[in-house]
C-alpha cells in the first residue's frame, strides 16, 4: 500500500487535479441520488419497544427517526468515483466508479440488515427462513430485520399463513427496485 500510495502521489501531486477535471457523464447524477437516498433511508435509526409477557418480551420496530440529508452523501460519492477514475488514471467517471459506489452504499448499511439486501438484488423475494440463514440469526430475528426494513420503506413483506405453511416474504418497494443486480 504504501509502495501504491508513494507511486500514485508522485504522478498526481495532492491539488494537481481539480474536481472538476474529472468529467461525470450526465446521467450519474440522478445514479448517485439514487444510492445517496438509498444509503440516507437505510441508515435512519430504527425504534423499538419491548412487547410481549413473561419470557416473550421482545423488541418490536416502531418506527424510523430521521434520516440524514442525502445530498451530503451524493457529494461523498462523487468524491469517492473521482478518486477511484483518478487512481485507475482516467478522467471521466465510468461503470466501474459507479459500481465502488454501489458497494460502498450496500456495505454502509447496518450489518444486520445487510446480508438480506444483498440476497434481493439477486432474488424477487427473499423469505424469513432465507434471511434468517443468511443473518445468522432465527427466524424471530429475521422477522424483526424484516419490520425494520419495511419501516424503513426499502422492502415490502407479505404475511405467510400457518395453515399453508407460507413463510413471511420480502421484495424490494418499488422505490428501490432499481437496486437489482
Known sequence: MQDFLLDFFAKTPIGSVASEGIRIPNDFYERFAKWANFL??????VKCEKEGEGKSKDWTPIAIGTPEAPHK????????ARGHSLIEG???????????????AI???????????????????????E?????????????RYMSELTLLGIVEVTKGS???QDRDTAKLSPKFTWLKT
Not at 452523501?73 to 469517492?80: A, E, S, T
Not at 448499511?109 to 427462513?129: Q, S, T, Y
Not at 434471511?131 to 422477522?143: D, F, H, L, N, P
Open 40 to 45: 440516507s433511508k437505510a441508515r435512519a435509526e
Open 90 to 104: 482516467r478522467t471521466e467517471l465510468n461503470d466501474s466508479d459507479l459500481a465502488l459506489v454501489g458497494h460502498v
Open 107 to 129: 456495505s454502509s448499511v447496518p450489518g444486520h440488515l445487510r446480508p438480506i439486501l444483498r440476497k434481493l438484488r439477486e432474488a424477487e423475494e427473499v423469505d424469513v427462513m
Open 131 to 143: 434471511s434468517a440463514v443468511a443473518c445468522a440469526v432465527g427466524r424471530k430475528a429475521a422477522r
Open 73 to 80: 452523501i451524493v457529494d461523498y460519492f462523487k468524491d469517492l
Open 162 to 164: 400457518p395453515q399453508t
